[in-house]
């Protein structure tokens, strides 16, 4: 007589209870720990789509409908160490963008020498990762506006991700690769050299289509009509808005800032992390 399958084994062995039972575990767990258990474990959360929308690997196409979303989820993992790039908890609740300087000190990579080289490896997971749900559409747009005494200036433009080979998408994840992830805006953000991190001026992340005041007391505006009409900032969900003074340099030896030796140090172990 063959023995009966207990009831915990059943469970276990069949793949749609078991994807609800992992679907309750913190997003951490799921995708760290419940992978580590055996390949079984390993390979439903790879391949189940409930799962890899939790892990904020795959949008959740059908289930959003943004026109009636006012408070989108943002990816809890990349907020917790990529703070800087997110809106703060106050501005998510009171639905409200704030100017906030960026700032590289609260980067969770650049807490230790072993995590910054774990942040860097090119198959880290972070970089595969959606922004928030629903996802973010497009590429990031940079703003720059420069000041100095020639006149005053701005430019707008949309840094796109590259799109697969047709051949590399297939018909499920058609709608993904459209999508902004992480790993994209970080090297956008990181390696832009219109963006300024200086003593005189700012750079800040805009959650929103942003096109910063016209200040009408400007000596000289040489930027052409402000603000720009239509282009990217106008259907953009994340603008990256630089404001640079120019100061002559002529003679002047300046001292790295802050803001300029910690992106050159996320620089230097991008490309150690290359060799």
Not at 23 to 46: E, F, G, K, N, Y
Not at 188 to 195: K, P, R, S, T
Request: proline content about 6%; charged content about 25%.
């Amino acid at each position: 007589m063959q023995e009966q399958e207990r009831p915990q084994a059943k469970v276990f062995n069949t793949p749609e209870l078991f994807e609800i039972i992992l679907l309750h575990l913190d997003i951490r767990t799921l995708l760290v720990s419940a992978q580590r258990v055996c390949q079984t474990w390993t390979v439903l959360v790879q391949t189940s789509p409930a799962i890899q929308q939790a892990l904020f690997f795959r949008s959740q196409e059908n289930k959003w409908h943004t026109e009636s979303i006012s408070n989108p989820i943002y990816n809890p993992l990349l907020v917790e160490a990529f703070r800087p790039f997110f809106p703060s908890a106050e501005a998510e609740r009171d639905g409200k963008e704030e100017n906030i300087n960026f700032s590289f000190k609260a980067l969770d990579m650049l807490s230790s020498p072993q995590k910054k080289s774990a942040y860097m490896r090119k198959e880290a997971s972070w970089r595969k990762m959606l922004l928030r749900q629903p996802p973010v559409y497009g590429g990031v747009t940079i703003f720059k506006m420069r000041h100095n005494r020639g006149g005053d200036s701005c430019r707008s433009y949309d840094v796109q991700e590259e799109t697969p080979q047709a051949n590399q998408v297939n018909k499920e994840s058609d709608y993904d690769h459209k999508t902004l992830k992480m790993g994209h805006f970080f090297t956008a953000f990181i390696h832009n050299e219109d963006l300024y991190f200086g003593p005189f001026g700012h750079t800040r992340i805009y959650w929103s289509a942003y096109v910063p005041p016209y200040d009408p007391n400007l000596d000289g505006w040489a930027g052409g009509s402000y603000p720009p009409q239509g282009g990217e900032i106008a259907r953009s969900e994340v603008v990256v808005f630089s404001r640079e003074v120019a100061q002559c340099s002529v003679g002047v030896k300046r001292k790295l800032t802050q803001g300029k030796s910690l992106r050159k140090e996320i620089l230097e172990a991008e490309s150690d992390a290359r060799v």
